[in-house]
């Protein structure tokens, strides 16, 4: 059951990898990143999806988002994050790909419009039950669906599910709410003048 909104979000800790002083070719080291690092404190949209490289993911929802990272920041959003079930080095790999700025700040982790969250274990994912599979259609383990949210101060302001609900093994891959344009205009809405 997805939570709801006014909830908070669940207390995890993603196994992340910041910039180090180095010469070598992975200047990275391990960073565990909480729940409240990442939200605590801060207005933040959050867009989940099923998998880095696919192509919902890679051609609309991350362009999208990325494309409007200024305009949400104006409407007063600290942040940006793409959450999704990979491991932190694919996360980074696809960030890549899509043509993210990285952020080259020692401690830095990623990027610097879109920050991409690496919830390889799923453990956010199923505290905020949008745990699902595609298993026969796909091929997929355990991934996330695909949803927005608007999360202040680590509460849950607004939260848009893709079909409203999560299907099990879904034949579609709805994308019809959790896209930029949807954030804007709530963001809009809710715009304190």
Known sequence: TPVKEGADVPSVVFKTR????????NPFDWKEVTSDDLF???RAVLFALPGAFTPTCSNTHVPGYHAAYN???ALGVDEVYCLSVNDCFVMRQWGLKQKLP???T??????STVKMIPDGAAQFTR?????CVWEQERGFGERSWR????????????????GGAIVQDSGPD???VSDATTMLNYLKQTAKN
Do not use: Q, T
């Open 40 to 42: 605590k404190g801060k």
């Open 147 to 162: 949803y927005s949210a608007v999360i202040e101060n680590g509460k849950v302001e607004k939260l848009f599910i893709e």
């Open 106 to 111: 020692v401690g830095a982790n990623g990027f």
């Open 102 to 104: 990285e952020d080259m």
């Open 71 to 73: 305009e949400m920041k």
């Open 18 to 25: 910041v910039r180090i002083e180095s010469e070598d070719e």
């Open 127 to 131: 505290g905020m039950g949008m745990s």
């Open 174 to 176: 709805p994308f019809e």
